[in-house]
């Protein structure tokens, strides 16, 4: 009897879930910026214009506002988890649909 756990047993408790998934997302917002920045020089250098407002280069900006938002929303108004995981998987949708989606459209 004492072998069957229950549904998520095995998980840490929610908080240290919602302070990982803000730290993922601290790094996650590195690499963006570096991405947008690293991206806009080589645009230069290809196209000669740093930015053109292309549908490409507007959603993964628009993907590097909404995780400054999260992440300032978390900083500045202490969410709880449940509002954080909400606005952690709408981060994610937009990333998946920068990447994956706005190429193929």
Request: aromatic fraction near 18%; charged fraction near 15%; charge should be neutral.
């Amino acid at each position: 009897m004492g072998l069957i756990m229950p549904k998520k047993a095995w998980l840490p408790a929610d908080e240290r879930l919602d302070d990982l998934a803000f730290r993922f997302m601290a790094l996650g917002i590195i690499f963006q910026t570096l991405m947008l920045i690293s991206g806009a020089i080589w645009a230069q250098d290809a196209w000669g214009r740093y930015w053109d407002w292309d549908p490409l280069e507007t959603w993964s900006f628009l993907t590097w506002l909404f995780m400054v938002f999260s992440l300032h929303l978390r900083v500045t108004y202490k969410t709880p988890p449940h509002s954080g995981a909400v606005m952690i998987m709408a981060v994610f949708v937009c990333a998946i649909l920068t990447f994956f989606g706005v190429p193929f459209v």
